[in-house]
């Protein structure tokens, strides 16, 4: 693959430490990620995935480095811009529990001026993207499922349709069952829409669903980038080869 251009990257981090305290949390860290391609950050818990997505939107700042957004330097006084044209779902989904589902969908659009009308418009169409019944847009979130709850997580981060989306786990907490058939809505989606995604898992089944880009964590620093037979063709090192192993394939029928 040819270099790329920074000015082909919706996001990029030089360099970047951010230490809470004694732990490095992302320890010189620098990643190129490109517009119209879903990237996945992977690795345990801990290991500094969901701190390298807040720094991308200035929820953290780097002690060190720098991070870039459509080649730019990200400053404070550009953040309400960069923060709409960026969707993110936190790794809990952050539904507000006292307001309906309308109305959690409804937040940031009514802030930057939206009609009442314009914002049901926009919530009934992502609710036939999302396949999300639109009966329940007069819901609270303790009142849908997991999976529903989900999915309004995501309706709420397309509202203003920004060409990037970045997702914290959005599947983590779901069963087997609804978590298959949303991976493979949300990856059918994710091309539709031909937005730049970067989702952070800890599955690497997931992460390889998703993209031929994966980069795995470990203490903060990046050990590998690459695609899944690039884990297993060539491990960058033995955390790679444990990495693989710990994710077990199912037994064979019992004898
Ligand atoms: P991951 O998303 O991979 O589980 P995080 O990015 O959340 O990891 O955290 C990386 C490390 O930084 C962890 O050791 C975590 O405890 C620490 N950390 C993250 N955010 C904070 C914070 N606001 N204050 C103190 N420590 C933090
Ligand atoms: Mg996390």
């Given at each position: 693959?040819?270099?790329?251009r920074?000015?082909?990257?919706?996001?990029?981090?030089?360099?970047?430490?951010?230490?809470?305290?004694?732990?490095?949390?992302?320890?010189?860290?620098?990643?190129?990620?490109?517009r119209?391609r879903?990237?996945?950050?992977?690795?345990?818990?801990?290991?500094?995935?969901?701190?390298?997505?807040?720094?991308?939107?200035?929820?953290?700042?780097?002690?060190?480095?720098?991070?870039l957004?459509?080649?730019d330097?990200?400053?404070?006084?550009?953040?309400?811009?960069?923060?709409?044209?960026?969707?993110?779902?936190?790794q809990?989904?952050?539904?507000?529990?006292?307001?309906?589902?309308?109305?959690?969908?409804?937040?940031?659009?009514?802030?930057?001026?939206w009609?009442?009308?314009?914002v049901?418009?926009?919530?009934?169409?992502?609710?036939?993207?999302?396949?999300?019944?639109?009966?329940?847009?007069?819901?609270?979130?303790?009142?849908l499922?997991?999976?529903?709850?989900?999915?309004?997580?995501?309706?709420?981060?397309?509202?203003?349709?920004?060409?990037?989306?970045l997702?914290?786990?959005?599947?983590?907490?779901?069963?087997?069952?609804?978590?298959?058939?949303?991976?493979?809505?949300?990856?059918?989606?994710?091309?539709?829409?031909?937005?730049?995604?970067?989702?952070?898992?800890?599955?690497?089944?997931?992460?390889?669903?998703?993209?031929?880009?994966?980069?795995?964590?470990?203490?903060?620093?990046?050990?590998?980038?690459?695609?899944?037979?690039?884990?297993?063709?060539?491990?960058?090192?033995?955390?790679?080869?444990?990495?693989?192993?710990?994710?077990?394939s199912?037994?064979?029928?019992?004898?």
């Amino acid at each position: 693959m040819p270099a790329l251009r920074e000015s082909d990257a919706a996001f990029a981090l030089e360099g970047v430490t951010r230490a809470f305290g004694e732990v490095r949390a992302v320890d010189n860290v620098s990643l190129t990620f490109a517009r119209g391609r879903t990237s996945i950050l992977i690795g345990s818990s801990g290991s500094g995935k969901s701190t390298v997505l807040r720094l991308l939107l200035g929820l953290e700042w780097p002690d060190a480095g720098v991070v870039l957004c459509d080649g730019d330097r990200l400053r404070r006084d550009a953040l309400p811009e960069v923060r709409r044209r960026v969707g993110y779902v936190i790794q809990d989904g952050g539904l507000f529990p006292h307001l309906s589902v309308l109305a959690n969908l409804a937040l940031l659009p009514r802030h930057l001026g939206w009609h009442a009308a314009r914002v049901r418009e926009r919530a009934s169409e992502l609710s036939e993207l999302t396949h999300l019944h639109a009966n329940l847009l007069t819901r609270f979130p303790a009142e849908l499922s997991g999976g529903q709850r989900q999915r309004v997580a995501l309706m709420r981060a397309l509202m203003l349709d920004p060409p990037t989306l970045l997702l914290d786990e959005p599947l983590g907490a779901l069963d087997p069952l609804v978590r298959h058939g949303l991976q493979d809505e949300l990856r059918e989606i994710f091309g539709r829409l031909g937005k730049t995604v970067i989702m952070v898992t800890h599955d690497l089944a997931e992460a390889a669903f998703f993209s031929r880009r994966l980069i795995l964590m470990r203490r903060g620093r990046v050990v590998q980038d690459g695609s899944l037979d690039d884990f297993r063709i060539a491990p960058a090192d033995a955390f790679v080869r444990e990495f693989l192993a710990a994710h077990r394939s199912l037994p064979g029928a019992a004898t």
